[in-house]
């Protein structure tokens, strides 16, 4: 007889507590043009306002054929980036202005060398041995983000469905931005002229 209480008062305890329903997250998928041609190496991403903050795996920007691989890497606040020495040679990473700012020092092929990436903005990159090479990290506060292929396509998964703002950056132009409802089959177009 108690046990018999004791599931009625479940059942009515689950009755009276108003039932939230929430929609699945989405992926957003996009293009990014400049000009009416697709763009590689765009980063774009959603204001998040107070999402969760998780923990990042590392990320990994590669020294490989004397160019940095991705030349372009889009992370989240508080990201390690590793940096290996993929190359034949030695290699001196460094950014010396905007963003994060940090030398890493000669290192030999097969080393691994870190920095924690804790300030959004955008550290351009160089080698001081290797005057041709550059790349970008790209430091933004929001789980949503991604960056554009060859096809100047891009993929932000699991958005939770709502109205945000969205910024994109590439090296050559100014800082895009609009706003756009995240729904089941939302596409976001980024267009600069």
């Given amino acids: 007889?108690?046990?018999?209480?004791?599931?009625?008062?479940?059942?009515l305890a689950a009755l009276a507590v108003p039932?939230?329903?929430?929609e699945a997250a989405v992926d957003l998928s996009g293009l990014v043009t400049v000009s009416g041609?697709?763009?590689?190496?765009?980063?774009?991403?959603?204001?998040?306002?107070a999402a969760s903050v998780a923990r990042t795996p590392n990320a990994v920007l590669r020294q490989r054929s004397l160019k940095f691989a991705p030349q372009v890497l889009a992370v989240r606040a508080g990201t390690v980036v590793?940096?290996?020495?993929?190359?034949?040679?030695?290699?001196n990473v460094f950014s010396f202005r905007d963003g994060k700012r940090f030398d890493l020092g000669?290192?030999?092929?097969?080393?691994?060398?870190?920095?924690?990436?804790?300030?959004t903005g955008v550290s351009r990159l160089f080698c001081n041995i290797h005057p041709n090479m550059a790349g970008y990290v790209v430091v933004v506060d929001t789980p949503w983000f991604a960056t554009s292929d060859a096809e100047g396509?891009?993929?932000?998964?699991?958005?939770?469905?709502?109205?945000?703002?969205?910024?994109?950056?590439?090296?050559?132009?100014?800082?895009?931005?609009?706003?756009i409802s995240v729904r089941a089959g939302a596409v976001l177009e980024v267009a600069w002229p």
Avoid at 1 to 11: D, E, H, K, Q, T
Avoid at 82 to 91: A, E, G
Avoid at 174 to 179: E, H, L
């Fill in 153 to 179: 396509r891009f993929h932000i998964v699991d958005v939770e469905p709502g109205t945000y703002t969205w910024q994109a950056w590439r090296a050559t132009g100014p800082v895009a931005s609009g706003s």
């Fill in 106 to 119: 000669v290192y030999p092929v097969g080393s691994t060398r870190q920095v924690t990436f804790t300030n």
């Fill in 82 to 91: 590793d940096f290996p020495n993929d190359d034949r040679v030695f290699h």
């Fill in 19 to 22: 039932l939230i329903a929430t």
């Fill in 1 to 11: 007889m108690v046990a018999r209480i004791f599931v009625v008062g479940l059942a």
């Fill in 37 to 49: 041609r697709a763009a590689a190496n765009a980063v774009v991403w959603l204001d998040a306002g």
